[in-house]
């Protein structure tokens, strides 16, 4: 069975810094990795996701994320990070049926 | 654009009492799931769906029923409710073709208390 590790509950990081949220993650075979994001008292809203190909992938509101294989993680980050950028972020591995299997989150604050 | 929409949004039960949430969906989507979302353990999988009249577990059934008569509807039940079923109900749903990359729809949530 697949598991994603989110090994910080709070990542604290002053605007205009860049911001990394790490990720970890377990499966047979090639992995399919997913970035989501909470607002709060809202849905998960699709911010990125590695299929196949660039190490590197880019996704919504300037935030991108490196997949490394040899270290099994795939970590979120963004170079200038803004106030609003502030929520609960959420990486996921797809399984058979589609399903994806969520990390227990990490809670993002951005200090003005 | 409705997208995925859950009814009801908000509810507060007593222990043992009984109810059904529905998740609707417009996108002509064959898969369809209900997580639940707890503090610190992020979403887990309740039930899914890979298609109309179909349902399987995921990782937390216990519980809960679910049933899918209609492809753009996921009906989530709870016969006998327990105050560990307190959580935050989320739907999602996702084509099943090939082309079709992964990302999951989902929607805003259905926050149940059971006193």
């Known amino acids: 069975a697949q598991s994603v590790a989110q090994p910080e509950d709070q990542v604290n990081v002053a605007e205009g810094n860049p911001l990394t949220v790490k990720c970890t993650y377990s499966?047979?075979?090639?992995?399919?990795l997913f970035w989501y994001v909470q607002y709060p008292n809202r849905g998960l809203q699709f911010l990125l996701k590695?299929?196949?190909?660039?190490?590197l992938v880019k996704g919504s509101y300037g935030f991108e994320a490196e997949f490394n294989k040899s270290q099994t993680s795939f970590h979120l980050k963004k170079p200038s990070a803004l106030v609003s950028d502030s929520a609960l972020y959420f990486c996921?591995?797809?399984?058979?049926?589609?399903?994806?299997?969520f990390g227990s989150g990490t809670q993002l604050t951005v200090l003005p | 654009n409705a997208g995925v929409t859950q009814t009801p949004k908000f509810r507060v039960l007593k222990t043992g009492q009984s109810m059904t949430l529905l998740c609707a969906q417009d996108m002509n989507h064959e898969y369809m799931y209900w997580y639940r979302q707890d503090p610190g353990m992020g979403l887990r999988l309740i039930h899914y769906?890979?298609?109309?009249?179909?349902?399987a577990k995921g990782e937390v059934p216990d519980g809960y029923n679910v049933s899918r008569l209609k492809k753009q509807n996921f009906l989530l039940g709870l016969e006998s409710a327990a105050p560990s079923q307190t959580s935050v109900y989320f739907c999602a749903s996702i084509l099943a073709g090939g082309s079709n990359t992964g990302e999951l729809f989902f929607g805003e949530g259905s926050r149940l208390t059971v006193l």
């Open positions: 996921a591995v797809r399984g058979s049926a589609r399903q994806l299997t």
């Open positions: 590695y299929i196949t190909g660039d190490n």
């Open positions: 499966v047979s075979g090639n992995p399919y």
């Open positions: 769906s890979v298609g109309e009249g179909t349902t």
